[in-house]
């Protein structure tokens, strides 16, 4: 202290001579200045901070046994706290085990301006679930999900769906796979059914979904998601930037394949995905994957022009899909409760070269068909407050076909080639569309949708109305 | 296209071998105030990120590829647990490959399961809001909390890395007896401050509140996670006129709207208090949290 005093005495009689001296050196002593009564403030701090450690060194010797006491007391509260768990009757202990269960509720109510019966998309077979919901109030997909560790090994998750199909209720095992959890060197292994990984949004949960129905790629390139049995390996890099590469060998049953004629699976995929921040606001991920199908009558939808005598088309062949996707989010610090964007897009590539069989009233006739199909769509859906979000989304198609009549079967070869679903009637297929979501917590959520709809050479208004609720465990959601 | 995607495999692999040259265990922390924690105890031997900042909602952090890449180099994993990251934590434990840190490795520690939780809802239903089952998640803002679990965590360090344990034993003393000085200062510069009535936006001040005495009068959320609505704010304000606050206390990654507009119409001060470490200089460590927290609140009770 005594020291302090003495350099500011010398600096006093210092100033007397600077005053005379330039500008600069007057800072420099003025700054020199400033350092001695910071000093002196902090010296002062720390005798206060030395004063109150010595208070409170006084009072330890006391707080010591009290201190002790407490440790022992919150030791023995901490068991305590645990003890109800240990305690309950035997079924409860049963339950302790049981997996996580959430069940998804969703209905809509539809309305279009054309006959959702005849829907088709030009210059594209439809599989799988492409086709549209029924008019009017519907039942839509009602999810069963379960999962759980099985043991230190393995994890495993299953997703049960019931939908109704005209008057019957059909179940479907939408997912039901195992994840090898002591996997080394940061690969992972996955298999049973499960959804591949090629794209962006195919591996995500139809309720997890920004709009209600699928992007027209989607229905016309994956009869609207691509899951199927098999099993996936896949490789993390140890790198900041996400890194992630992967392959899967599958049945290759399901849409867009057909029927499985291989041991070693009638499909298989390579995909790559690279994500990242870009300070604590926006993060990013990109894709690319190929997916590789030998296709074995595989089913599809043909035009039904209304009659209701439709044909069915059935495609033998290669059929090979690649797929860039691109996601960016936006959150104001990282934080998304209140406000937060998202913008995705997918482009679609499709080669596809073979035999296609067009059946009408029992007369086969068999094609040649060689292919080659883009398509992309293009999405952004803004939470502009809690609770609330708007969205809108753009869908492109196009097909180029190379069709060959090889033997017309019996059947009209000019009615053949202008029936054939792959026959696009010199329309590239597109779409827009708008929604509006509110959702009152995590678990709720109602939506407005419309769509301007041109799948085909007409326009259908689409209206939808939609309810997705969730029961019991908190789902977490992918990114 | 296989072909250049397999050299491009063996071309990462080199990485990977080089970068695993690089010593230290890696610590992968959901809140800050965990990695600050394993600062304290870890010192050189360790390298510590959170997953999150003080300016975000832990219950709702998407499960960005960042993330994911950060987890799958990590040798412990230290979250809060008590189901507060249940919205994206299993998805990032999914998708990071590390067995070292999967539920039931040592390279898994969820804290709350070492401290006795308070708020332990009598009814679970999702009609009551965001609830958690086994008690309020938010147990950093009691000191003696941290104390314990410094202690469990230093256990882990030491199982993880053996050949440092002395170091974190002795970074446990050294923290543990600042910790304890510091706990005694906080108590006796806030002994003022018990039975301040005050008014929080989320349940998540619980442990603050048992820890000082002070008196929650009302939540700025009808139910938790639900955000404040124009009725529950006029009532809460009525109720005010018969019991008063003295402040009202958010965090600072929540909306601001409610908190100001009470503190206008009641003319009570609105706080926005820390409530985990960063964001500003002085609450760059767990002991600056504590000091920002009891300063920000003497100074809003005169």
């Not at chain 1, 010398?10 to 007397?16: A, H, N």
């Not at chain 1, 005798?47 to 919150?74: C, D, K, M, P």
């Not at chain 2, 265990?25 to 959901?30: L, M, Q, R, S």
């Not at chain 2, 230093?154 to 000085?181: G, K, M, V």
Request: hydrophobic residues 40%; glycine residues 8%.
């Amino acid at each position: 202290m005594r020291n302090v005093y003495a350099n500011t005495l010398l600096v006093l009689i210092w100033l007397p001579f600077v005053a005379a001296a330039d500008n600069t050196e007057l800072e420099s002593i003025r700054q020199q200045i400033e350092a001695l009564r910071n000093e002196y403030e902090s010296r002062i701090e720390a005798l206060e901070n030395r004063l109150e450690q010595a208070e409170s060194q006084a009072r330890e010797a006391g707080a010591e046994a009290e201190r002790a006491r407490q440790q022992t007391e919150t030791a023995a509260t901490g068991i305590a706290a645990t003890e109800p768990a240990a305690t309950g009757t035997l079924q409860q202990k049963i339950n302790a085990f049981n997996p996580a269960i959430t069940a998804v509720l969703q209905g809509s109510f539809n309305s279009y301006s054309e006959d959702p019966k005849d829907y088709a998309v030009s210059g594209f077979q439809l599989g799988g679930e492409s086709g549209l919901p029924a008019q009017g109030l519907t039942l839509d997909e009602t999810e069963l999900m379960l999962s759980a560790n099985v043991d230190q090994l393995f994890y495993g998750q299953t997703t049960i769906a019931l939908h109704d199909d005209e008057e019957e209720t059909e179940v479907e095992v939408e997912e039901a796979f195992i994840d090898a959890l002591a996997m080394p060197a940061g690969t992972g292994l996955r298999f049973g059914r499960f959804y591949s990984d090629i794209g962006y949004l195919n591996r995500f949960h139809t309720h997890t979904w920004d709009f209600r129905d699928a992007p027209l790629a989607y229905r016309a390139f994956l009869g609207k998601q691509y899951s199927d049995t098999g099993m996936q390996l896949s490789w993390l890099a140890p790198t900041d930037l996400y890194l992630r590469l992967g392959g899967e060998a599958l049945r290759g049953n399901r849409f867009p394949g057909g029927d499985a004629s291989k041991t070693s699976g009638n499909s298989q995929s390579l995909f790559a995905k690279l994500g990242g921040d870009l300070g604590s606001s926006h993060s990013w991920q990109l894709g690319l994957s190929q997916l590789w199908v030998d296709a074995r009558d595989r089913r599809g939808s043909g035009h039904s022009h209304g009659g209701g005598d439709s044909a069915s088309e059935a495609f033998t062949g290669d059929s090979n899909l690649t797929v860039a996707d691109f996601v960016w989010k936006w959150a104001p610090n990282g934080n998304p409760r209140h406000r937060n964007f998202k913008f995705q897009s997918e482009f679609f590539y499709r080669k596809e070269d073979g035999r296609n069989d067009f059946t009408e009233d029992g007369d086969t006739a068999v094609l040649d068909y060689d292919g080659s199909q883009k398509g992309l769509y293009a999405q952004a859906v803004y939470q502009f407050t809690q609770r609330w979000r708007i969205g809108t989304r753009y869908d492109w198609l196009s097909a180029d076909n190379k069709l060959k009549l090889r033997n017309p079967g019996g059947l009209d070869p000019d009615e053949v080639m202008e029936e054939t679903a792959l026959n696009n009637d010199n329309h590239d297929p597109w779409r827009w569309s708008l929604m509006a979501d509110w959702s009152p917590s995590e678990f709720s959520r109602l939506r407005l949708q419309y769509n301007r709809d041109r799948s085909r050479s007409l326009t259908d208004q689409q209206w939808m109305m939609q309810y997705i609720m969730s029961l019991g465990s908190h789902g977490a959601h992918e990114f | 296209m296989r072909q250049s995607a397999m050299l491009f495999l063996a071309g990462v692999l080199l990485q990977t071998v080089t970068a695993s040259v690089h010593a230290g265990i890696e610590v992968f922390a959901c809140e800050p105030e965990w990695a600050a924690l394993i600062e304290e105890l870890g010192g050189a031997h360790v390298k510590a990120g959170s997953a999150t900042t003080a300016l975000q909602d832990v219950h709702h952090i998407q499960a960005r590829p960042s993330l994911i890449a950060r987890l799958r180099r990590a040798d412990l994993l230290i979250c809060t647990g008590a189901g507060l990251e249940e919205g994206w934590l299993p998805v990032l434990q999914r998708r990071a490959n590390n067995p070292r840190v999967q539920a039931g490795a040592n390279g898994y520690l969820e804290v709350s399961d070492h401290v006795r939780l308070l708020d332990r809802p009598v009814r679970v239903d999702r009609a009551e809001g965001d609830v958690h089952p086994q008690g309020n998640p938010h147990i950093q803002l009691d000191p003696h909390n941290i104390q314990r679990i410094a202690e469990i965590a230093t256990e882990r360090l030491a199982i993880i890395d053996p050949a440092h344990a002395d170091d974190y034993a002795t970074n446990l003393t050294n923290f543990s007896q600042r910790w304890q000085l510091a706990i005694e200062r906080w108590e006796l510069r806030a002994k003022s401050l018990k039975g301040t009535s005050v008014v929080v936006h989320h349940n998540s001040w619980v442990y603050l509140q048992h820890w000082l005495g002070l008196e929650i009068v009302g939540t700025l959320e009808p139910k938790p996670g639900i955000p404040p609505s124009s009725t529950h704010l006029s009532q809460l304000l009525a109720r005010l006129e018969q019991h008063p606050a003295q402040m009202v206390i958010r965090s600072a990654y929540q909306n601001p709207r409610a908190s100001e507009w009470l503190s206008q119409r009641a003319g009570i001060p609105a706080l926005v208090l820390p409530s985990t470490v960063g964001g500003s200089e002085a609450t760059k460590d767990l002991f600056g949290l504590f000091d920002a927290i009891i300063r920000q609140l003497l100074e809003a009770a005169s």
